[in-house]
């Protein structure tokens, strides 16, 4: 009897250093529920209230590759519908009357993009002398088409001038305006500076997350970024730091493998390295983003037991931040001696 009551704690024993193993192997989870958003990205409103609504709006990528320095982002980003000469081939189109909005609204070309780069159609209210996306209701003597010179797909080129001028063209015989256009070589010139200027500019900092020994789960990700300020993002994977300013781009993208995201499971995937971006020409540099950017990614390092690294996998030091601090002040003050600070609706547009 005792042999067998020995054997059976034996069994018991093992059966339940068995259960803790298996326990200790899965992903970490989440304690209770999780807080319910919406998937909304912050920060695309704004753009959705644009002519340009009906367009589908590329998603800005965040790279596997992570570096602890300046580097260029790939392409993609938001618009934000307003012609500015600084980053825009403006056309005016003269009209011979006054003109309805609801008769350009009814003629804007289906889809206001040549090639890579957006085009605006804007005109001026004949009651407020203002310049404004045409709206029903409201009369126009003047309109005005602008093409963006460059973004981060890089210049506006000779066939995409081309594509623009032809439905600029088609759209002011409906309306009965004279376009005049500006010369493509100028015009190409021109994109080509700006693209020159805005290449080395265009910087985004990111940095990985790596768990120290039991891997994360979706839900114990999106639960530690959430105490941090985080909501779901408009992708799977894809998590977001709101801008205090209605409408404006995240200031912070935390990012981790979709797959697991959209897994039949998610709380049995396994996930070991997140990514935490910080886009700079997106936000203000008086909303500090590089120190949330910093204090955000020590915060989770703690919370979820990881350690920041390079895309090498070696530490990320104090050194590392101090270089990339002053690297930034130049950044700052070069892009506001162009008159396109960071954060701004130029800037955003360009940086897109």
Known sequence: MALTIVAV???LALVAHSIWTARNAGPRRADGELPSHPRVEPGLEGAAAAPEASEPVAEPDHPGEVLPE?????????????IDPLIDAIVPLTLESPVSGDMVLA?????RRAGTKPFHIEGLNVETGDWEAPAAGRRYNELQAGVQLANRSGALNEIEYSEFVQKVQAFAEAV????????MLEVAARARELDNFASPHDAQLSMVLRANSAAWSVGFIQQSAARQGFVPGSLPGRLVLPSPDAGAPPVLVLGFDPQAA???????????????SLDVPQTPEAAEPFTAW?????????????????????PIT???????ANDLK??????????????SAAARRLFS
Do not use: K
Request: charged letters at 20%; hydrophobic letters at 45%; zero cysteines.
């Open 9 to 11: 704690l034996v069994v």
């Open 70 to 82: 300046l580097r260029v982002p790939p392409v993609g980003g938001r618009r934000l519908a307003r």
């Open 107 to 111: 003629h804007l070309p289906p889809s």
């Open 176 to 183: 009965g305006a004279m376009p005049d256009f500006p010369d």
């Open 262 to 276: 959209l897994a039949d499971d998610p709380a049995a995937a396994a996930l070991r390295d997140i990514t935490l």
């Open 294 to 314: 910093q204090e955000v990614a020590r915060a989770l390092a703690t919370s979820m037991d990881g350690t920041l690294v390079d895309d090498r996998g070696w």
């Open 318 to 324: 104090l050194q590392h931040f101090t270089g990339i």
């Open 330 to 343: 130049t950044l700052y003050a070069q892009l506001a001696e162009r008159d396109l600070t960071a954060g």
